[in-house]
């Protein structure tokens, strides 16, 4: 395939970060902090707080307007409002300057051109490098013309890269791509963002990846230096954009039945395509990301969500929402360190969310003596018990002859190798009700300064923990403050897939599991009442069987 040698590195360098948050590269960095509101989240500080309350009035807002307009959805008057909001715009601003591009270009005629002469048009070179900001600063969550997708040829090399493999067992199709080949094909991907292209998406990203791992000599992405309009980017930020692309790409992929392979297996292709593979592909990904750019909140965002799907990543339902809590509350430290108010909102629900279900594992029983005691147990480290581990018991009690009592017990399961994740009898899970108050009360302030120029949808519609939260803040799933500590409604994760949340095509109410129409199969509903009004209305006029 040509020959290997050990690619040239940014180590010890300063690159120009594109991405626009806080964006230092330092891998052992810690999650920053803004003062202490969040300071209860820190791995240190995760532990048993039996005398901590929180008394401020829920913040409790309406939904979001699910509908989202193609461009200029910020206010003028708002668009310095806030940091995020100002990203945003610099991502808008930049696929305006794509439109103009596009305009201003005499058209080829061709869709698909030689990636040789693509390389030698400085005007489709600044394309690709915007195509690529634009989204990746903005997480996707730009709003994009459908035209402008199609305005310009794509590589056609592409066409090359016939299958699809197993991120672990893949290897090159293409027999050389450099460094200005990988940016002009890594936004070919990004463009092919419309249904039913997503595998060839992935294809391409698959193949990128293919040769980044591949320490070819050929890929030295020091030479996009030389480069007047991929001056400013460097190896770091494209890994990473990369992985965001696999991911996205791969989620759709996984929520969508009809282009997910299902059983018998025929091919390596339909391996790539099946559920456990997509899902160990975006944690591949999701793990590149937290590599190449530590500093940002989305690797620990992505991981998070593999840990939620546990029907088909193999992990216990309780451990996972453990991991899924840990990450999350990542995730939440460094949007808040990059001043970034769509993961600040979006992980404080999900930090909620997993509170709720058992994400932080308090375990409550009475000892012997009568006394109640709560006891924060370890799901994720190894059950192997040693000497040390006794001091690391995080034992809330009344009195220290309880303390003792409760360490007595743990230490008799650690010796005894009791699964941490079985309760025995008289153990029930519980929910501390102040840290799910508080930080639901931090998301909420986050998530109006997103709301306030338009784009609160984005935040409903990424979490899966909205409804769950707020029907339990509500009293829906168990008593309502003042008590401080409340009963886990629901232990772990359910294993069931995540479909993804889209509308009802009748009031707009978005849900992860809605009810098709069995005759035209084109419209969904949430609830039996919508899919009557919508008949009387609409429907029994448009209703044609599906073939």
Not at 143 to 156: D, I, N, Q, R, T
Not at 230 to 247: M, N, P, Q, S
């Amino acid at each position: 395939m040509g020959r290997k040698n050990k690619r040239k590195t940014n180590k010890g360098r300063d690159p120009q970060p594109l991405l626009l948050r806080n964006n230092n590269s330092n891998s052992n960095s810690k999650p920053p902090t803004q003062g202490t509101r969040l300071a209860f989240l820190e791995k240190s500080k995760r532990q048993v707080s039996i005398n901590a309350t929180y008394n401020e009035p829920l913040i409790l807002p309406k939904k979001p307007n699910m509908t989202l307009d193609a461009m200029g959805v910020v206010p003028p008057k708002k668009r310095t409002a806030t940091a995020t909001a100002e990203r945003l715009i610099r991502a808008i601003e930049m696929i305006e300057d794509i439109e103009k591009l596009q305009a201003g270009r005499v058209p080829s005629g061709e869709d698909l051109v030689d990636i040789h002469a693509l390389m030698a048009d400085g005007s489709y070179i600044r394309e690709c490098v915007l195509w690529i900001r634009a989204y990746i600063s903005s997480d996707f969550r730009v709003p994009c013309k459908a035209h402008l997708l199609f305005g310009s040829p794509l590589p056609s090399c592409w066409t090359h890269i016939t299958s699809l493999c197993p991120l672990e067992d893949n290897g090159p199709q293409l027999m050389r791509v450099d460094a200005l080949s990988f940016v002009i094909l890594l936004a070919a991907a990004i463009r092919m963002a419309s249904p039913g292209r997503e595998r060839f998406s992935l294809q391409i990203v698959h193949e990128l990846h293919a040769h980044a791992e591949g320490n070819y000599d050929w890929l030295d992405f020091d030479d996009l230096r030389r480069h007047e309009e991929t001056k400013g980017l460097d190896e770091a930020y494209l890994r990473f954009a990369t992985a965001w692309v696999g991911i996205k790409r791969a989620r759709a992929l996984y929520r969508d039945r009809d282009q997910r392979t299902v059983l018998p297996f025929q091919s390596r292709d339909d391996v790539a395509t099946q559920s456990k593979s997509l899902l160990r592909s975006i944690e591949i990904f999701a793990g590149e990301q937290r590599r190449y750019l530590p500093n940002s909140p989305v690797g620990h965002w992505n991981s998070g969500w593999v840990s939620s799907q546990t029907k088909h990543n193999g992990r216990h339902p309780w451990a996972a929402a453990v991991d899924f809590y840990n990450q999350m509350a990542d995730c939440c430290l460094l949007a808040d360190g990059a001043d970034d108010d769509f993961y600040r909102a979006a992980a404080g629900v999900e930090i909620a969310m997993s509170l709720i279900i058992g994400g932080k594992p308090l375990v409550g029983y009475a000892v012997p003596s009568g006394a109640k005691v709560q006891v924060l147990r370890d799901l994720i480290a190894n059950n192997d018990w040693d000497a040390d581990r006794e001091m690391k018991l995080n034992i809330g009690a009344p009195t220290p002859a309880a303390a003792r009592e409760a360490s007595a017990k743990e230490r008799r399961r650690l010796l005894e190798g009791v699964p941490p994740t079985r309760l025995e009898h008289g153990e029930t899970v519980i929910v501390p009700h102040w840290e799910v108050s508080r930080i639901w009360n931090f998301a909420m302030e986050a998530y109006a300064r997103v709301e306030g120029f338009g784009y609160g949808q984005c935040v409903y519609g990424e979490t899966s923990g909205w409804d769950i939260v707020e029907s339990f803040l509500k009293g829906q799933h168990g008593t309502l403050v003042p008590q401080r500590y409340v009963t886990c409604p629901q232990v772990g994760f359910k294993g069931t897939r995540d479909k993804g949340s889209w509308p009802c095509d009748f009031c707009g109410k978005v849900e992860s599991d809605l009810k098709q129409c069995s005759v035209c199969k084109k419209v969904q509903y949430c609830s039996r009442d919508c899919q009557k009004k919508a008949w009387k209305a609409t429907h029994k006029h448009e209703c044609i069987p599906a073939k």
